[in-house]
């Protein structure tokens, strides 16, 4: 049953980056380009995926369990530290050269998109490397 879940879940996100047009870099690099011809869909997306979660997501919190009564996993750290910066500054680097996102580069790289497939492949060792990192570093 929670193969269905992921499968179901899967689908509604791709699907939802695709109607909105958020698996297309020049969508999202729009909405970077707060300088020049700033394009706010991507603001757009964001508040209307919060809108729809909102309600299940305040259910699960009261309840403590998902729909399928699994206990929910729930981030409990509130706190900003030096790893979360250091984190969002790559991230944010790396959104804002290529214009995706980890989702959307998955839904991309699933169309064979060559620049989606580049960044897969990069995020995929980026991962990689850092695990190797983390072991030996801690930030």
Do not use: H, Y
Not at 2 to 30: E, Q
Not at 59 to 83: H, I, K
């Amino acid at each position: 049953m929670r193969g269905v879940f992921a499968v179901i879940s899967g689908l509604l996100f791709g699907l939802g980056l695709l109607i909105s047009g958020m698996a297309n870099p020049a969508k999202v690099l729009g909405f970077l380009d707060l300088a020049g011809a700033w394009d706010p869909s991507l603001a757009l997306v964001m508040v209307g995926a919060i809108a729809v979660a909102f309600v299940p997501m305040q259910w699960v919190q009261r309840r403590g369990t998902t729909l399928r009564g699994e206990q929910a996993q729930l981030p409990s750290n509130r706190q900003v530290d030096r790893r979360l910066v250091i984190g969002s500054l790559l991230f944010g680097a790396g959104w804002g050269v290529a214009g995706f996102c980890p989702g959307p580069a998955l839904v991309a790289a699933s169309a064979l998109i060559p620049q989606a497939l580049v960044f897969v492949a990069a995020m995929l060792l980026g991962m990689w490397l850092f695990g190797q990192f983390d072991r030996r570093v801690s930030l």
